[in-house]
């Protein structure tokens, strides 16, 4: 079974940066897609992908986000990544990795505040 580790959130002032790792175990990791996924406080909707990368490394990114965070991998390490900047926030959330499609096993995620 998969296990995700999310990890690197924390409270941060608007405008700053923050970096999010996943780490992944066992041995698929690098024959899927990855994504960061985020539910906001307090929302009863689904989590939102804001962020994809294939297994070559190509990258997509939900229009919310686009031009401030960057996702990468590292198919030798089993991790993914969010680079996140200029944080406003809207970013306010619980951040997840998991594949794309989502499996139903999900991490215990990432808090990131971003509040002055």
């Known amino acids: 079974q998969v296990q995700l580790v999310e990890s690197g959130g924390g409270l941060v002032q608007p405008g700053g940066s923050l970096r999010l790792s996943c780490a992944a175990s066992?041995?698929?990791?690098?024959?899927?897609?990855m994504g960061w996924y985020r539910q906001a406080p307090g929302k009863q909707r689904e989590r939102e992908l804001v962020a994809g990368i294939t297994t070559d490394g190509r990258p997509t990114y939900a229009d919310s986000v686009k031009g401030r965070f960057t996702i990468s991998r590292d198919n030798a390490k089993n991790t993914v990544y969010l680079q996140m900047n200029s944080l406003n926030p809207e970013d306010t959330a619980v951040y997840y990795c998991?594949?794309?499609?989502?499996?139903?096993?999900w991490g215990q995620g990432t808090q990131v505040t971003v509040s002055s």
């Open positions: 066992g041995s698929i990791f690098r024959f899927y897609t």
């Open positions: 998991n594949f794309v499609p989502a499996l139903q096993t």
